[in-house]
């Protein structure tokens, strides 16, 4: 076994055996040595690599530029290179997950070798490959999952003193979390008193306030917002918010079925959360906006891609700590149960050698949930709600989170809750799935849908299942996504979720971005009816004038549509969010169909069944995953 530092400084366990060393392997027939350049074609678009080459070996491995998933890519970019130098040959190991990167690195080479007139064959012999011996570790706790939430209670686990060990199924950390929208709700007033008021607002909070109380949590909470409204009423701030206004829309938004004292946590301590982020190094825009489906303007954007600044504020977190320890490539299979307590995690290598983990104060599962797995997803979801959620529906998720964990806990006797209820998300690739093109700075107050008749038919601000529905029922199953730019001032500043410019998508023709200095032009790039087109606007104008809701219900309307260029994407609704999964209690421990508690097992973030009901509301995971994944650290460090 191999010690190796990588990215933040985390201690990596690498199989040297898995990659098959091979340094001494030299080419036996003389190529012309220099430096080559190749492109090949990734997952986003191309990926160029600068190759230098000896008489008979590969001496250095630099790529150059890259466009592919950050966070997600990086692992391939950082780690190929070092594995086809080390074995010299093509044959080597992709990153579990992030294949498609690996794969076109490896091209790129080859590209570089045929240049450089080497025999292909002479890099492409087999790698000898050896079982790596099995293994038995041991620490105070356990977590499996490296996702947001494996990796917010890893960081806190570690900072109470608790030995931690963490392993990953994936070749990388992040989970879904990393390629997320990576937005983030918190009320947070001080932000939140200079955001633009809205007249629509008003009847938001009346009409949840105005509700007849389905239980006395329910009134209770009811009561706690009306008195912070009328509070709020009385001061000169812009725009009401309270962590029990948080609560209520969460719970309202996922139609009454989250366990609202659970939901009553994740908003009280969202602010919290946010704060502890922000310490970790994490970095948010200044602004607050509305993200898709959040329902409200307490939406916070981070300010790297995707979810990648949480990722990295974890990592840097845990960097350097000698209690913590990671390991990749290991699937956990089955948990360890002695005597009714859960004292363990039974995993597998890559090269499926056993591993096996005792936990002396817990085991915390943070595997995510089981959007893209299509059996599962058939199976749970037999409802009418989603009529078929087969393998025609794309998925915004990353291979490899597949629900495992939750069959985990069954089996350990954990109940499990709202398995039925799957998240779409509207604004997804139309041909993929993925979220990481998208661009729109100002979120929902910045953006329309229009249908393939130029116009718009949903409300934008409403919540993600029912604008889905409302896509799916339109005849082409898709939408476009309309900017102009009041949104967008300058294409070269505007940056996709995932970090690209909004020049480069349109430049490369990428994710169907069009853009059209007028609006009969954009109708045109659309393939939609251009009078139509304009009428929908024009009338959406009138809107932002006498501030009115809409036929549709809209009431987020704070920026109009005055100028050209126009830009559009097309957009379809994909399988995004899991909210069923296994029954917690408000301290991250696991339950069994009784009430009693599992010992020693502990879950969070989206492995998790009881926050969001029956639909998520966008920029909530991110606090599911930071408070839960916090109390499941704190809880299990403690034994408690
Ligand atoms: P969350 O937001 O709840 O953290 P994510 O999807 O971000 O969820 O992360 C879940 C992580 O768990 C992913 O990195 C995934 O690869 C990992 N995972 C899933 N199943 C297993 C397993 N059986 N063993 C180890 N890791 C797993």
Redo the contacts with the bound molecule.
Sequence with gaps: MTKKIVGGGLVLFLLAAVFGCNSSARAKTPMRAGTYTASARALNGPLAVEVKLSTDAITDIKITSSVDSPGVSDWAIELMPRRIIESQSLMVDVVT?VSITSGAIIRGVEDCLGQAGAVLAEFKRPLSRTRAPDQELSADVVI????????SAAATAAASGASVIL????GF??????VSGGIYNTANPEKQDHAPAESGVEKLITDALTERPVNEEHRALIEKVRAEYEAFKRTNKTLFDSPSWHALQTWNGGDKIGTLSIIQIMTNNALAGFRWLQEQGMEFYPNVTQGSGSLYQRTFRALMPNGTGYIKAFRDSLAGRNNYSQMLD????SLIVEGGRVVGVN?VGKDGHKVTLRAARGVIL????FAGNVELRQKYCQGEKWPDLGPSLNTS??P???G??IF?AEAAGAKLVNMEQIQLLQVCNKDTGAIGGNAYPNYVAGYVFINMNGERFVREDGRRDDISKSIMAQSEGYMYLVQSADSIPDTDKALTLDGRTVTYMLENKLSGWVSAATLDGLAAEMGVPAGNLKTTIDAFNTHIDTQRPDEFGRVLFNYKYTKGPWYAFPCKPAAHHTMGGVLIDGDCRTLRADGSVIPGLYC????TGVVHGGNRLGGN?MV??TVF?RIAGTNAAAGR
């Design positions: 997950g499996v999952g490296g996702g947001g939430a494996g990796l392993i990953e199924k994936t950390l992040g989970g879904n979390s990393i290991t699937t956990a299979k995993a943070a595997t995510g949930g998720n990353v490899g989170v597949t495992d964990g985990m969070a973030g989206e492995i995971a599911d995953f994944g």
